[in-house]
């Protein structure tokens, strides 16, 4: 455990006293489920000081879920001590199959799992949560791309954008998995007034993860010694994969990834494609869109962002631009970032090639576009 999980742990005794068994705040939550599943079935270590902290997880039910609930629940994103309230929200009809969900978790036999609340109601699903991941939404098929989901995804985010609102802590952390996911996210801030703009992120750690994994693989080393993959843009194939200031870390020596490789026109084309249409690849081979690897992206999304970035790395998130690097402003746009305190900060004055200056700008250009017609279907 890390102290910045320590601090945690103490704002979170500010509001609410651990008294062992179900917290006082514990929401009435209507579901048949969440009663059936009581923590006093649960086993916790008996000199537990810490509060849980509530987290909430849309499409809980869906494929993604299924291993991110896991993650977060062994203490994979908020820390080996942090014990967790999971609230699950998925739709009517998946009710019976969250009902098996929460079995399992239960059947897991978890110590960091405090509650599980699970529930249709987005009033119950959002109630005082600190971290939300926004999951819930349709995926695409096979020869889509992922903006054609606007029309079917975008209203969830409005609908949950004014819940957050509502029922959240005004500090609650949200990252939206849900594709479109930067304009998603950007409709769910929105509706979202009283939480600032800053907390609302989308995930590109998944294009992120890839990129490092891509580099790694034809460097033959482990992915462990590769970092500063850069993520630009939409999380889409306009998005620009760009290694220019990543570096390999070998035997105490650290050398830029381009000086490594050697191949500057690898790093151009193939590499850049092959991270683009990634996701497409695994659909088209799967049959389904990637849920493991974009869980664990999720995690470390999520973890980066409560516990930190490591002095001189940075990872990228989908943040509200404010037009660093000639980014479009008011557009939830990938960027290099550091995090402190829980706040993530865009790294400033890396030098922007010609070649990625154009990149940017296709990809941009394409958040202004999906921003236009989010707009459009929210107000039809
Ligand atoms: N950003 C990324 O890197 C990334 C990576 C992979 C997938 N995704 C996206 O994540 C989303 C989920 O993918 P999946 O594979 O888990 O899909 P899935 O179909 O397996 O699960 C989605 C779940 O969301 C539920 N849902 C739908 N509307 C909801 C609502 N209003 N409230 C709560 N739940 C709702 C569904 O009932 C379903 O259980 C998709 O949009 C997919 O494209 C994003
Ligand atoms: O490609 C998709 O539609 C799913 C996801 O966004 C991914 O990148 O794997």
Redo the contacts with the bound molecule.
Sequence with gaps: MTSRFNKIEKQQLQVQTFQGGRPSSTPNCSSKVSEKYSCKATVYPRKMTTAPLRVVV?????????SLLYMIAKGDVFGPNQPIILHL???P??MG??EGVVMELADCALPLLHDVIST?E?SD?FRDVTAAFL??????KQGME?KD?LSA?VK?FK??GEALNKYAKKDVKVL??????NTNALICAKYAPSIPKQNFT??????QNRAQAQIAERLGIPVSQVSNIIIWGN?SSTQFPDASHAVVEEHGQTTSVPEALQDAAWLNSVFVETVQKR?AAVINARK????M??AK??ADHMKDWFSGTIAGKFVSMGVISDGSYGAPKDVIFSFPVTIRGGKWQIVQDLEISDFARNLLDITGKELEEERQEALQIIEA
């Design positions: 849309t499409g809980a039910a869906g494929q993604i879920a299924y929200l998925d739709i009809p998946m199959v969250l249709d987005p699903a999951v819930g939404a349709m995926p695409r992922r989901l995804n969830i609908v949950q939206v998995v849900g594709n479109p996911a989308a995930m590109t750690r998944l294009d999380h996701g389904m869109s990637s849920a690897s974009a992206a999720a």
